[in-house]
Antibody, heavy 117, light 110 residues
């Protein structure tokens, strides 16, 4: 079955960068999109962007355009989300989710990124 | 900036029926917005329930259904169970590949 396994908790200083991984299994990576979603503590879900693993094409929400980089490694069936210039209010759980352009089906368990000085 | 609006909270009795809605600041929600619905319980990742307005995933319980209701997308729970108490989020697709989540509805089963 489809599984998305995300990397572990990250603790970063303000101004640092973080790269979160999402390792996929149970399907062909290039056949489906991977979306990334942010959830700040006690807050709702925010769609950040998607990557088409087949072409490498990406689209991001305007809020995240200059801040997030989405990449993939088809040799390891892994997708990455890198965020730069972290601030303390960027503390959140980041989820990857598999689906298509219009939907998300299976989600990873999430990666907590804590930003603190 | 596009805003997607949901009821902040709703309460339903066990065995009852409740409808959650999802409105877009751009106007009427149609099937072209490919509405998705997700359930999230405390400390857990979201779980997908409905995609493309009406379609259920293989794991979606039969008591959940998606529809269009007036100018909104809707999620109806029929025969609500105590385990349905959770936050529910809708997601809409916009031209250009952009997606936007609603603010979420906290559903209490009481």
């Amino acid at each position: 079955q489809v599984q998305l396994v995300q990397s572990g908790v990250e603790v970063k200083r303000p101004g640092a960068s973080v790269k979160v991984s999402c390792k996929t299994s149970g399907y062909t990576l290039s056949d489906y999109y991977i979306h990334w979603v942010r959830q700040a503590p006690g807050q709702g879900l925010e769609w950040m962007g998607w990557i088409n693993p087949n072409s490498g094409a990406t689209t991001s929400a305007p809020k995240f355009e200059d801040w997030v980089t989405l990449t993939r490694d088809t040799s390891t069936n892994t997708v990455y989300m890198e965020v730069n210039s972290l601030r303390s209010d960027d503390t959140a759980i980041f989820y990857c989710a598999y689906g298509d352009l219009f939907y998300m089906a299976v989600w990873g368990k999430g990666t907590t990124v804590a930003v603190s000085s | 900036q596009t805003v997607v609006t949901q009821e902040p909270s709703l309460t339903v009795s066990p065995g009852g029926t409740v409808t959650l809605t999802c409105a877009s600041s751009t106007g009427t929600v149609t099937s072209g917005y490919y509405a998705n619905w997700f359930q999230q319980k405390p400390g857990q990742a979201p779980r997908a329930l409905i995609f493309s307005t009406y379609n259920k995933h293989s794991w979606t319980p039969a008591r959940f259904s998606g529809s269009l209701l007036g100018d909104k997308a809707a999620l109806t729970l029929s025969g609500v169970q105590p385990e349905d108490e959770a936050d529910y989020y809708c997601l809409l697709y916009y031209t250009g590949g952009q997606l936007v989540f609603g603010g979420g509805t906290s559903l209490t089963v009481l």
